[in-house]
């Protein structure tokens, strides 16, 4: 958490239909997700490509020639394709070659319940026409894997220059998810007109609000009243997924959802104990950001009379949840890190959470979430924040750790190989608040 902080909160929220319910076996680990929607139409013959025709949401159907690509599917006929694109109200125009079938391709992962079918490259379907044509309406609503996440509590204050400086590059990450909210407890000073961000009122503190230690290690003071806004709003019955993440996160969403899709595999396919908690409310934990399910944050409302408790101004714990008393870090501080995992074991009945609840740590059966830029072993890398990216951007192209050692085989940073592969697909970064390195990231890694 930023230490001088303007915005106090954000979450990111997700619609189900952009995470499959299961990954097909194929579909495991896929190293790659196509960037963008494309209708191709595959030529029998060796002409160039004839014709791409972009619509306004920058879908193609397009004709080609070549082997479909990683991470698609040659489908059936071309009868089937131009009904596919009249499906999805495409233009369409060829010039006579034959043709031996479509593909679609696309970044999103998508499961309809009244359908009964996925796309992650591939489309499984009965009815290909009718499929995508439901799935270029999906696509309208999620704008694809980035809009499918909706982001609503930054965490920072939206007066102070650093956070402003991080703040487009905040919004840049959070407009590719469904829906997103900053929460304050102040319009920044010429931003009255912002309709996202929220302001909200938090507990007086015993530090002074121009303090840089206001609200240090006590961030749920500002995200109490972040969720409270939201249950009486009843946002949370309009996603399907709450992402909150601190100002100083670089979140790439589309490998957010890619990994929120992962651990939900897991758990399908784990232990017994994980099965059962693959249905019904769960907390996924990505470092000190967490993932709420729908489920979860109906049973927060349901049980707010509860867990939604603060102390009140003057109290050592001024606006910190009472349920923490007696346990860790109370009165004096209370951070999401330390709260969220003891708020679920408080609702009745407990409920489960899965993933480690610090920055950097891997948890035993999932795949790391969280890559952490502040504490060693990073540090010792002898990198700055433009540094590490850059780096990220160069294990984004190897395939293996072993080809990643060999990369840096001979080089300073060598015996940090196995440690930056680790970076390739987190979608999470700590402690970037370098707006420099932000807009670097936010321009290769998360255009």
């Not at 232990?271 to 489920?295: C, D, I, T, V």
């Amino acid at each position: 958490m930023l230490r001088s902080q303007a915005f106090i909160c954000s979450f990111c929220y997700l619609w189900q239909g952009s995470l499959p319910t299961s990954l097909p076996t194929s579909w495991a680990g896929a190293p790659n997700l196509i960037r963008k929607e494309v209708l191709v139409l595959e030529s029998g013959n060796h002409a160039q490509t004839i014709q791409a025709a972009v619509d306004e949401d920058g879908d193609a159907v397009q004709v080609s020639q070549g082997s479909c690509p990683t991470g698609t599917e040659l489908l059936v006929d071309f009868a089937e394709c131009r009904n596919a694109a009249r499906g999805l109200n495409l233009p369409f125009r060829f010039d006579g070659a034959e043709l031996s079938g479509c593909r679609l391709q696309r970044s999103c992962y998508s499961s309809l319940r009244s359908r009964m079918f996925a796309i992650n490259g591939h489309l499984l379907a009965l009815d290909l026409h009718v499929s995508i044509a439901t799935a270029k309406e999906l696509e309208r609503r999620c704008q694809c894997l980035s809009d499918d996440l909706t982001v609503a509590l930054p965490e920072g204050d939206a007066s102070r220059p650093g956070d402003l400086a991080l703040l487009e590059d905040v919004r840049h990450s959070f407009r590719k998810c469904d829906g997103y909210r900053i929460f304050s407890d102040r319009r920044p000073i010429g931003r009255e007109d912002d309709m996202d961000i929220v302001v909200v009122s938090v507990t007086q503190q015993p530090t002074s609000r121009e303090d840089d230690h206001w609200l240090y290690h006590r961030n749920m003071v500002g995200l109490m009243p972040a969720w409270k806004h939201m249950l009486e709003s009843d946002v949370h019955s309009q996603y399907d997924w709450f992402l909150n993440v601190e100002f100083d996160h670089l979140l790439v969403p589309s490998l957010l959802r890619k990994t929120i899709a992962e651990y939900m595999n897991i758990l399908r396919t784990g232990r017994k104990e994980q099965q059962r908690s693959a249905h019904g409310p769960l907390l996924l934990m990505f470092g000190n950001a967490f993932a709420f399910n729908r489920e979860l944050v109906t049973e927060m409302g349901g049980q707010w009379t509860v867990v939604g408790q603060t102390a009140p101004a003057g109290h050592a714990a001024a606006g910190c949840p009472t349920f923490m008393e007696g346990r860790f870090e109370w009165p004096d501080s209370c951070s999401q890190d330390i709260v969220y995992p003891n708020m679920v074991s408080v609702l009745a009945p407990p409920v489960p959470a899965y993933g480690a609840s610090g920055c950097g740590q891997k948890p035993n059966d999932f795949p790391l979430a969280c890559f952490e830029y502040s504490r060693q072993p990073v540090l010792d890398t002898g990198l700055d924040q433009i540094g590490l990216v850059q780096e990220v951007i160069a294990v984004r192209s190897l395939a293996s750790e072993a080809e990643a050692e060999t990369h840096y085989m001979g080089g300073r940073l060598a015996p940090h190989a196995k440690l930056l592969y680790t970076a390739k697909e987190v979608p999470l970064f700590h402690h970037l608040g370098d707006p420099a390195a932000r807009r670097l990231a936010r321009e290769i890694l998360d255009p």
